[in-house]
Nanobody, 123 residues
Framework: VQLQAFGGGLVQAGDSLRLSCAAS????????MGWFRQAPGKDHEFVAS????????YYGDSVKGRSTIPRDNAKNMVYLQMNSLKPEDTAVYYC?????????????????WGQGTEVTVSS
């Protein structure tokens, strides 16, 4: 599976942004998917995950209540909708796929990674 994340950019605090991740190859619909982010000088941070069916999701504490992670298996797409963005959300965001069908919060459980898309939130 190859993953390509896009949709990042420069936004202002309080804005909303939707990141997209396009997957090629099969079988996307059987993979758990996740989003992680990495701010300059920091480790990868779990953002959100979703299971293969799209009916079970987890969120990192820093985005809980402000973000959703829908997926569209017919289009081989997973998204990250982020609302009420804060300057501390500034990071490179990566989508990832896991052969584990459930959504995982653990970085090491993911087998495929996209190239990352940069999000900058100005105050």
């Amino acid at each position: 599976v190859q993953l390509q994340a896009f949709g990042g950019g420069l936004v202002q605090a309080g804005d909303s942004l939707r990141l997209s991740c396009a997957a090629s190859g099969h079988p996307f619909s059987s993979y758990g998917m996740g989003w992680f982010r990495q701010a300059p000088g920091k480790d990868h941070e779990f953002v959100a995950s979703i299971n293969y069916r799209g009916d079970d999701t987890y969120y990192g504490d820093s985005v809980k209540g402000r973000s959703t992670i829908p997926r569209d298996n017919a289009k081989n797409m997973v998204y990250l909708q982020m609302n009420s963005l804060k300057p501390e959300d500034t990071a490179v965001y990566y989508c990832a796929g896991s052969r584990l069908s459930f959504g995982s919060t653990r970085y090491t459980n993911y087998d495929f990674w996209g190239q990352g898309t940069e999000v900058t939130v100005s105050s």
